[in-house]
């Protein structure tokens, strides 16, 4: 089963690539003086005082800053301008999807990568012009968080990083490996490495403004709704859209 992806997780998995681990953790340990006791309920987010609070944090930055940029970048820039910077991006994450690929020893999903890559490079201006597609070359997005997943590490605690959004404590281990495979962090100009990072953002959440319309409108308690898309979302991912049966939660209340 599909879940819909996050908008405002997408949007902060782009932030991780603009920014380092300090200004992340700065930001954790501000924003752990704001949590509050909440009642423990799912045994998936342990964390879940601490959660809630970085969540509420993340989604205030989204409605004053992220979302109104968003908004203005999609009605002055035409749509076919628009498409060109998403597939811009999606050709540069390819070849990290690539690698990734090749770690979990899938050998079509790693020649489609590579191929988009090369294809799309060369005969698509630089990756402006989705060629490989049209070729029928599939995407098939990995990053290093599903890697260790298809390697058999355990996704471990649901938690909410300042400013990058949901996560578990295995995707959060891997991000650092995320930081280095970054083309567009590793650019060593910084004004252009700058200036991508926030234009990747800024398209990515123009991507998903009617997407948030929808979650703002359907979701009674919007972080259980983002926490529970994202773990199933994400477990889907590991075992290919068909994920064994998890086992019951245990009843807190239940006498033992």
Excluded at 93 to 115: C, I, M
Aim: hydrophobic share 40%; charged share 20%; net charge negative.
């Amino acid at each position: 089963m599909n879940v819909m992806k996050s908008p405002v997780r997408a949007v902060q998995q782009k932030l991780w690539h603009g920014m380092g681990a300090r200004g992340v953790l700065l930001g954790m340990v501000a924003l752990l003086q704001a949590c509050s006791t909440v009642p423990y309920k799912d045994p998936r987010d342990p964390m879940e005082s601490w959660n809630r609070s970085v969540f509420k944090f993340n989604d205030a930055v989204d409605a004053a800053v992220v979302k109104p940029v968003a908004i203005a970048y999609r009605d002055v820039l035409p749509h076919w301008m628009r498409t060109g910077v998403g597939n811009f991006f999606n050709n540069l994450e390819d070849l990290w999807s690539g690698v990734n690929n090749a770690l979990q020893l899938r050998a079509l999903d790693t020649a489609d990568s590579f191929g988009r890559f090369v294809v799309n490079t060369t005969m698509g201006f630089g990756g402006l012009l989705d060629v490989a597609s049209e070729m029928n070359m599939e995407r098939h997005p990995a990053n290093f968080g599903l890697t260790l997943g298809r390697w058999g590490v355990g996704s471990g605690p649901f938690v909410v990083i300042p400013f990058l959004g949901s996560s578990t404590l295995r995707d959060t281990a891997a991000l650092s490996v995320e930081f280095k495979g970054s083309l567009v962090r590793n650019i060593s100009d910084d004004s252009t490495r700058n200036a991508l990072t926030i234009l990747n953002l800024v398209d990515t959440r123009a991507s998903f403004l009617k997407a948030g319309e929808v979650v703002e409108e359907a979701a009674l308690d919007k972080y259980s709704f983002t926490r529970d898309a994202y773990l199933q979302r994400r477990r889907n991912q590991v075992f290919d859209g068909n994920p064994p049966d998890e086992e019951p939660a245990p009843d807190p209340s239940a006498p033992d």
